[in-house]
């Protein structure tokens, strides 16, 4: 039954002590009275005392490094002494460990092409479920994908950081 | 004229009571819920977060907080970075002298240099766990798209803010650094040689790079990592909050949001039941009543 009823007084006779009554029944889904809802606390005091403790807690550490570690400071710069080997930031020793291979692949293919792909990323995944829970089993494929070229661009970084010497030969850190 | 509680509730108060009540709108320890709700939704710089937030948000696990520790290494690095600058001159002349400044002239300059490089790391790190967070929960799907894509280029932005700020100390880390850097720049086809020109000022690295270096890092990138920061926790909240399972999904709906019911479509032979209505294929007339109430219903 698909049909909209015009009311039927006949079998839902109108009462006139209320101001409203039952008109028809639709046969269809309604809300989901039955599911227990999601408990939900203040931001304030729960929420901002908790980001409260996560800053403190994070400023302490780095403090604490701070206190420990120098920053490095080397030698002036002199343009006519080059370090040998001479290494880029940290996060893009990857790609400098990419680049002894291949200048264009390692220092613009591979980082152009990644940067694409991982802005693409939600819109390739489009199929709906596994969210807000980890490494959920139906997108196990996407979190391998993923994973691999983290890890290995984290192995490349490593690579450059600690194994790489003169001339960018290998060496080992120890 | 809109209802300003405030108003009475101070009137004849103390000088202090005014001035507070004029700043804040609210209690300073708020104990009933609707003064707690307020206390957020009245201040300016919490405004953008909502006054309840799922249970399920706060369990560490969930996020294990990467997101805002990312956002606080910022907050540091900010506000040592602005101290930082009154100490800090951009020429190869006086940069490295600056530095050597900081440990022996400047009181805590050493501590405040040690905080703002080891806080540029971090961030760094951070963003990229948060990065791996946020995928391995599949929080980048529909409808969370484009958040994903902000926190792209809000890794990029890190990323170059970082570099930019890697040649400022001038001494032959710094700068040794950045000529390997702007040299991978370089290796862009066709346009390797001018992108590397318009980074450097020049085609070594020298008083022009330091100077384009230390105002895309101190004014051009942090005004736009604020605007997108912004932008990426204001669209968290348009998308409902973190992600989450189907379903808490579903009982977040029934808690807060009316469902709307599908009305079925009349057969064929049945009078329509408003002839207003738009038939399929029909386009939407101006003043869609769907225009903007967020119940849009699927079909």
Redesign the interface.
């Known amino acids: 039954m698909s049909k909209i009823e015009t009311p039927d007084f006949e079998r839902l006779p109108v009462n006139p002590d209320k101001t409203y009554g039952l008109m028809c029944v639709v046969p269809t889904r309604t809300e989901a009275v039955t599911i227990e809802t999601e408990k939900q606390v203040l931001s304030w005091p729960e929420g901002l005392l908790r980001y409260l403790l996560v800053f403190l807690a994070l400023f302490v550490v780095l403090s604490i490094i701070s206190l420990v570690f120098n920053a490095p400071l080397e030698e002036p710069a002199n343009a006519l002494h080059p370090p040998n080997p001479a290494k880029a930031p940290w996060y893009f020793l990857g790609l400098q460990e990419m680049v002894s291979y291949s200048a264009f692949w390692g220092g613009v293919g591979i980082p152009t092409l990644l940067v694409l792909l991982a802005i693409a990323a939600p819109y390739l995944e489009s199929k709906p479920g596994g969210e807000g829970v980890w490494f959920h089993s139906c997108r196990s494929a996407a979190n391998w994908t993923f994973l691999t070229i983290m890890g290995t661009l984290g192995v490349l970084t490593l690579i450059g950081t600690l194994f790489r010497g003169k001339n960018w030969d290998f060496i080992l850190p120890w | 004229m809109q209802n300003l509680p405030h108003v009475d509730e101070t009137r004849g108060k103390s000088i202090l009571h005014r001035i507070w009540y004029s700043i804040f709108r609210s209690t300073p320890l ?1 104990a009933t ?1 609707l003064d ?2 307020q ?2 939704a009245n201040n300016f710089f ?1 405004h953008i ?10 369990r560490f ?2 996020t294990l ?1 990467l997101g ?2 990312t956002f ?2 910022f ?2 690095l900010v506000v040592t970075g602005i101290l930082l600058m009154f100490y800090y001159v951009p020429t ?1 002349e006086q940069a ?1 002298d600056r ?1 050597l400044d900081l ?1 022996s002239a400047v009181f805590f300059g ?2 405040l ?7 540029a ?2 961030m ?1 790190l951070l963003a990229l766990l948060h990065m ?1 967070r946020v ?8 409808p ?2 484009f958040n ?2 902000l926190g ?1 280029v809000l890794l ?1 932005l890190t ?1 170059f803010m ?2 930019t700020g ?1 040649l400022l ?9 950045i ?3 702007t040299a ?2 370089g ?3 066709f346009v ?1 040689d001018e992108v590397r020109f318009i980074m450097l000022g020049d085609t ?3 008083s022009e790079a330091l100077l384009r270096f230390y105002v895309l890092h101190v004014a051009v990138l942090p005004a736009v990592l604020v605007l997108l920061i912004g932008w990426h926790f204001w669209r968290i909240r348009k998308d409902g909050g ?14 807060s949001i ?2 709307p ?7 064929d032979g ?1 009078e329509p ?1 408003n002839k207003d209505e738009p038939k399929d294929g029909d386009e939407p007339k101006d003043g869609d009543e769907d225009g903007g109430d967020g119940s849009k219903e699927k079909k």
């Open positions: 708020p819920a707690r709700s206390a957020v919490l977060h909502s006054a309840k937030v799922g249970e399920r948000t706060l696990k969930t907080g805002l520790m606080f290494t907050i540091i190869p490295y530095m440990r050493s501590f240099r040690n905080l703002h490089r080891w806080s790391h971090a760094v791996m995928f391995l929960t599949g929080s980048h799907k529909a969370r798209e994903w894509v792209v990029l990323l970082s570099f890697y100390p001038w001494d032959q880390l710094a700068y040794w650094a000529v390997v850097g991978i720049a290796y862009a086809p390797g070594q690295v020298g973190l992600a989450r399972p189907r379903e808490a999904l579903a009982a977040s709906a029934a808690a009316p469902v019911v599908p009305v079925p479509e009349p057969k049945d039941r």
